[in-house]
């Protein structure tokens, strides 16, 4: 496709690759809960539909660039900040940043259905084999069970508790940040690892669906969950959510009213995955931000084992997973 011409550079057209692996995504999903569920399709305008999705990635991209414009005045002066302005109200950088929101909106709402649905999809569980294969990793000790005798201290779980809370949080910030640059490149190459690191981790997630040691050991946090409230009161809300879909499936009768963010999914930690993407990204674009997602990924890796969110394979696995979606942005074309 021809590209259109935006001051004395050529913009593309043409769909990126992440684009048409987004879009075939989103097609299949529509099919199969449409198709072989029966479900009605998937909400559009809702609060919890595509169209939240698209509002929330626009508010992070707009938050980007109003605090790039303030960073730039403060530090740099106003002829900085309005030369920023500039280079966004060009075509070029205007209509390449709401292409990123169109995408980023349907790359989420692409995941959160997947996620959402997987008790309907697949039945086995495959938590055994992953507490096995943590056992084996670590010469027979549990790591769950270790970090929790290693700090038994209400304190520590607290802690865990607020932190853990925070990953929706940065996940907007490095949106906000990278999706606000004015450099068309940069926002894709973004994009197209954002896109990679939730899409495959959605489709992992139905390769081998498990719950979570949370789910499966729960006396063994009860002592936890007394302390980190939020999360023992979110795992509640995921595992109802999770039960009521599971009888859905089983008895056909009533009808699956859902929160698109409760699924329930443990192999990989996307969690550890999607602060450890940003860390990646930002080495070489802001090190002092890399820096900063590279301790909030090993303190949410920590998180995940002391609240039974996820064994602690699901946290390697994620961190992989990362890496190869940060190599695959660095070297896709934008």
């Given at each position: ?28 999903l ?13 909400p ?11 509002v ?43 292409r ?52 038994p ?13 925070l ?24 994009g ?6 939730w899409?495959a ?9 498990c719950?979570?040691p ?12 007394k302390v ?18 599971r ?9 699956p009213s ?29 090190p002092?931000?890399s820096?900063?997602f ?8 920590f998180?995940?084992?002391?609240t ?27």
């Amino acid at each position: 496709m021809e590209g259109v011409l935006t001051g004395r550079r050529r913009y593309s057209l043409t769909p990126r690759l992440y684009e048409l692996v987004t879009l075939l995504h989103i097609g299949i999903l529509f099919v199969a809960i449409r198709v072989l569920l029966r479900i009605p399709i998937l909400p559009l305008r809702s609060h919890d539909g595509l169209f939240g999705f698209w509002v929330l990635a626009a508010e992070c991209v707009a938050g980007g660039v109003a605090v790039r414009w303030l960073f730039l005045r403060l530090r740099r002066g106003p002829r900085r900040a309005s030369a920023f302005l500039a280079l966004w109200r060009r075509p070029r950088c205007l209509g390449d940043a709401i292409r990123f929101v169109v995408f980023a909106g349907l790359v989420s709402y692409g995941y959160a259905w997947l996620k959402l649905f997987l008790p309907l999809f697949r039945t086995a569980l495959y938590d055994d084999f992953y507490y096995r294969i943590d056992n084996i990793v670590h010469l027979g000790v549990n790591p769950n069970r270790f970090v929790l005798a290693l700090l038994p201290f209400e304190t520590v779980w607290k802690a865990v508790d607020e932190q853990y809370a925070l990953f929706f949080l940065s996940m907007m910030l490095g949106i906000a940040w990278f999706g606000s640059t004015p450099r068309v490149s940069e926002r894709a190459r973004f994009g197209g690892g954002f896109a990679l690191l939730w899409l495959a981790g959605s489709w992992l997630y139905l390769a081998t669906p498990c719950l979570g040691p949370c789910y499966v050991f729960p006396a063994e946090y009860a002592a936890v969950k007394k302390v980190a409230v939020k999360q023992a009161s979110l795992q509640g809300a995921l595992i109802r959510q999770y039960a009521g879909l599971r009888a859905f499936a089983r008895t056909g009768e009533g009808s699956p009213s859902v929160n698109p963010i409760w699924g329930v999914a443990a192999m990989p930690s996307l969690h550890v995955a999607g602060q450890a993407f940003l860390a990646f990204f930002a080495r070489r674009r802001w090190p002092l931000a890399s820096r900063l997602f590279a301790v909030m990924t090993a303190m949410t890796f920590f998180g995940s084992l002391v609240t039974g969110w996820h064994y602690a394979v699901d946290g390697y696995v994620g961190v992989l997973l990362a890496l190869a979606a940060a190599w695959f942005a660095e070297r896709s074309r934008p």
